[in-house]
């Protein structure tokens, strides 16, 4: 095997195991806002270092295959998107920080309700993740392409647990009911932003097998 082709192979598994990161994190932030345990926030905040060490680890390895190699084709593509995978994957560690932040502020108030939405909206991304990165490692387009059909999914799942938290905020003068609500909602966007960053790397995974950029598809008409 070319050298080449094993860093090409080097690199495909170092975003598979930073993706498995971040589902790490995923569960681990989940399982600290349903059962509020503040201890799962060392977790989280531990792993975010491994995301952001591989980061730059990986960033560093796609520029260096670029200027030393200068691919074209199928190669300049795989690595373009790897980049960008790279940057979502990270960015999906910063929102599962930013969930287990508001669930530490939670901790501070009554529990306003049980959590039944948002652990189904966590339940979708986190099998849109993992579904996204599977496409990325086997090239499988169908699979990227059923990852986008569930991004609705989880918008209508956001749409329903801010319908309901608003009802608790209209009803309510107490200001911790207010405060309580609103970091619910904000932890359902912070989930929303995972599914469309999942969403991300499976418009990738199609330009980087079709050369086809599915982006804005809007903006080309």
């Given at each position: ?11 495909k ?55 030393l ?17 790279n ?30 939405d ?21 090239s499988?387009?169908?699979?990227a ?5 569930k ?35 904000l ?35």
């Amino acid at each position: 095997m070319r050298h080449f082709d094993m860093e090409m192979n080097d690199l495909k598994s170092r975003l598979v195991d930073m993706a498995g990161l971040v589902q790490q994190m995923l569960k681990a932030t989940t399982d600290e806002l349903v059962s509020r345990d503040p201890n799962l926030s060392e977790t989280v905040f531990s792993l975010e270092k491994e995301v952001n060490v591989q980061e730059i680890v990986i960033d560093d390895k796609c520029l260096k295959l670029i200027a030393l190699n200068q691919p074209v084709g199928a190669d300049l593509r795989f690595i373009t998107s790897a980049m960008r995978i790279n940057s979502d994957l990270e960015r999906m560690a910063d929102e599962a920080v930013n969930i287990s932040e508001i669930a530490l502020d939670l901790l501070k108030y009554p529990q306003l309700k049980p959590l039944i939405d948002i652990p189904k909206m966590v339940s979708v991304v986190q099998q849109m993740v993992a579904d996204s990165i599977q496409a990325f490692n086997k090239s499988d387009v169908e699979l990227a392409r059923s990852v986008l059909e569930k991004d609705d999914e989880v918008d209508d799942l956001e749409r329903l647990v801010f319908k309901d938290l608003k009802v608790f905020m209209t009803k309510s003068s107490d200001p911790n009911t207010i405060h309580t609500a609103v970091d619910l909602i904000l932890v359902a966007r912070c989930i929303e932003r995972i599914g469309d960053h999942a969403t991300n790397i499976s418009e990738d995974v199609i330009f980087m097998v079709h050369g086809k950029d599915i982006r804005h598809p809007k903006n080309f008409k």
